[in-house]
T-cell receptor, first 115, second 116 residues
Framework: AQKITQTQPGMFVQEKEAVTLDCTYD???????LFWYKQPSSGEMIFLIY??????QNATEGRYSLNFQKARKSANLVISASQLGDSAMYFC????????????FGTGTSLTVIP | DTEVTQTPKHLVMGMTNKKSLKCEQH?????MYWYKQKAKKPPELMFV???????INESVPSRFSPECPNSSLLNLHLHALQPEDSALYLC???????????????FGNGTRLTVT
């Protein structure tokens, strides 16, 4: 079974609007971390935001927030006030407490911001 | 600025060449990773070093040979590659200790490799 599922291969959003990128995960561990990365066309993988399995509050980092619904095993990324520079691939990832160094990545969502 | 430095940024090599990719980090991380990534795909794990010892090898062909000389450096030696090995090669590092599931991967900018 897939550990991380991203069901939106491509998304479009109007500049200045908000957009939600979906991510669901599968784990039997109690301790795990969820991460979102942005990859522009230049190739670098940029760490955006982290949510821990024990965190009761949704994580926020500037215009990025993570909508964490533990019972549904979802960790959706919300980008507010989209900018042209937000156009990129976005990957959701998970690190489990029991498997140490392993990170599991989703297949990614390609976001295009339209002027 | 990235805290994980990879060199070179671009590399073109023939199928008979030998080359090396280099990665350096000074964040005190004791886990270092090599990933291979094709366009519009997620990164694929190749190798993981924990405390300078190879802990994960994802059945990577022997034409790729990793090396971790010390806690800050990671190399990937390339020999007799095939055109299908052309990809973006990403190095990353992370903390490795009890409870480090909250520690993200920090990536370098990658090496774009073309095998001719």
């Amino acid at each position: 079974a897939q550990k991380i599922t991203q069901t939106q291969p491509g998304m479009f959003v109007q500049e200045k609007e908000a957009v939600t990128l979906d991510c669901t995960y599968d784990t039997s561990d109690q301790s795990y971390g969820l991460f979102w990365y942005k990859q522009p066309s230049s190739g670098e993988m940029i760490f955006l935001i982290y949510q821990g399995s024990y965190d009761e509050q949704n994580a926020t980092e500037g215009r990025y927030s993570l909508n964490f619904q533990k019972a549904r095993k979802s960790a959706n990324l919300v980008i507010s006030a989209s900018q042209l520079g937000d156009s990129a691939m976005y990957f959701c990832a998970m690190r489990e407490g029991n498997t140490g160094n392993q990170f599991y990545f989703g297949t990614g969502t390609s976001l295009t911001v339209i002027p | 600025d990235t805290e994980v430095t990879q060199t070179p940024k671009h590399l073109v090599m023939g199928m008979t060449n030998k080359k090396s990719l280099k990665c350096e980090q000074h964040m005190g991380h004791r886990a270092m990773y090599w990933y291979k990534q094709k366009a519009k795909k997620p990164p694929e794990l190749m190798f993981v070093y924990s405390y300078e010892k190879l802990s994960i090898n994802e059945s990577v062909p022997s034409r790729f040979s990793p090396e971790c000389p010390n806690s800050s450096l990671l190399n990937l030696h390339l020999h007799a590659l095939q055109p299908e090995d052309s990809a973006l090669y990403l190095c990353a590092s992370s903390h490795y200790r009890a409870g480090s599931y909250n520690s993200p991967l920090h990536f370098g900018n990658g090496t774009r490799l073309t095998v001719t």
